[in-house]
């Protein structure tokens, strides 16, 4: 049975595909605020995390594994804010979005067990499998409350 943490963490892409719809199509290359992330940069950002999760830290999610240390923040958006170039329309980044999340929660639950614990780069805080599904859920969060403000 999956944790509640996940449960959150697969719950985010109903509300990404709810924003398929005329008034996000329509502010779809404006920012979500002013000199904030259009809304195409700010989609493609959360799934760029997400790819980033699945390829480089799940795979390694092992009792006493030590991950690699996170990438560098920065260089990792401006990476996101290229890809988005490659979406020409709503659907198709929504669909790439959900369909990775769906993916990543498949690779977790695979390998879940809440007694496992691991370390990120050099830290020495031990971290479950939740602990770091809930990083992301806070980081889904904190880019939901700039998108609803803007509905």
Known sequence: ???KILI???GFIDYVESLNRPFVQDAWLNPVAPGKWTWKELICHLWNWDVYSMEKMI????????LPEFVD???HNMVAIEKAKLFHDIESLIHEFALTRREMIRKIEEIYDPGIRFTIGKGKK???IDSYAK???HHDEHHKKQ????K
């Open 1 to 3: 049975m999956p944790s």
């Open 8 to 10: 959150q963490f697969e």
């Open 59 to 66: 795979p390694w999610m092992k009792d006493g594994a030590q």
């Open 73 to 75: 923040h920065d260089a």
């Open 126 to 128: 031990q971290h479950a």
């Open 135 to 137: 990083i992301f859920v």
């Open 147 to 150: 998108m609803e403000l803007m």
